[in-house]
């Protein structure tokens, strides 16, 4: 296949496009380190085929480009304590500042938070009950006190 | 080997025009609306564009186009392309759509088969009745005429 027949073959916008087989790859390569022209050529190719895509560019959401940070940050902290051999405490954790009033407590809390909560009840009872009960027994006894004034007088 | 593998692997040789060694956020800034641009010509749904586009640069594969033989945007169009296919196939792997019917052969209908729909090249020449070597020749012909536009 002659330069010229190579070239208006497709394979080279193909495989900028990545639409090509492995096979015609090794082929692009075998060309391309073979001739210089061709290299050439293929860097106006490209330069044409990314100004055909820039022109179809949108705007991304800044959003998106917080998140390619979070996760590169995060893939070079892991890189980097997987290379040097080291597993700090600060390594594992990204630095992230919480705005939150909640607080994470043990799950045993909550059964000792109930039975608090039943015996403080089952004393108030107990509490109003004997309370009311003395009243009612000072009043009886304030009553067989009179009765035995009046009695003796 | 599958799309993105390919995307990965270019040939060997020596870069053509790479300045230097970027970082995903640096490739991102270059051409992250081109890339959001190609997906979105893909997969037209806008939240799954843009998590298609964070998947492209948080791609270890991204890395790869650093000692890949031709430009980084050559590299992110790839990768941007094959992402957008792969997920364009899991969704309609849920809900199929139509398929395409018109048997236009035009180096714009065979671009936007094999470049929009995610048809590869053997696939398309199966869709129109042609040959594999006229679709490819189209893409020459695609690209040919936007250069004299």
């Not at chain 1, 010229?4 to 492995?22: N, Y």
């Not at chain 1, 607080?103 to 009311?132: C, D, E, N, Q, T």
């Given at each position: ?25 090794e082929?692009?390569?075998?060309m ?67 705005n ?38 000072q ?7 009179t ?7 | ?28 800034d ?25 998947s ?6 991204l ?6 033989p031709?430009?980084?945007a ?58 594999k ?17």
């Open positions: 296949m002659s330069k010229q027949e190579f070239i208006e073959s497709g394979i080279l916008e193909s495989h900028l496009m990545g639409l090509t087989s492995e096979e015609e790859q082929q692009v390569a075998e391309m380190l073979s001739d210089r022209e061709l290299s050439e050529y293929v860097t106006e190719l490209e330069d044409d085929i990314k100004r055909y895509f820039a022109e179809g560019a949108v705007a991304p959401p800044e959003a998106v480009r917080e998140i390619i940070l979070l996760r590169s940050i995060r893939e070079k902290k892991g890189r980097s304590s997987y290379d040097s051999g080291q597993t700090t405490d600060t390594a594992q954790y990204l630095n992230v500042e919480v939150d009033t909640h607080m994470k407590v043990h799950k045993l809390w909550r059964p000792a938070f109930i039975a608090v909560f039943v015996l403080s009840k089952i004393f108030l009872i107990a509490g109003l009950y004997f309370y009311f009960k003395s009243v009612a027994q009043e009886e006894i304030e009553k067989i006190k009765e035995m004034q009046l009695n003796g007088k | 080997m599958n799309e993105l593998e390919r995307a990965g692997n270019g040939v060997n040789g020596q870069a053509l025009s790479k300045p230097k060694t970027l970082t995903s956020l640096e490739v991102y270059l051409y992250g609306s081109m890339a959001y641009g190609i997906i979105l010509q893909i997969l037209p749904q806008v939240h799954l564009a843009q998590e298609v586009l964070v492209v640069f948080s791609s270890p594969q890395q790869s186009c650093n000692s890949y031709f430009t980084f050559a590299c992110v169009i790839k990768l941007a392309r094959a992402k957008a296919v792969e997920a364009k196939r899991k969704l309609t792997a849920l809900a199929p759509i139509g398929e395409h019917t018109s048997g236009d052969a035009s180096p714009q209908s065979i671009f936007d088969l094999a470049f929009r729909q995610g048809f590869t090249p053997e696939e398309v020449a199966g869709k129109l009745n042609i040959s070597s006229e679709v490819l020749r189209s893409f020459h012909e695609f690209f040919k005429s936007y250069r004299n536009v």
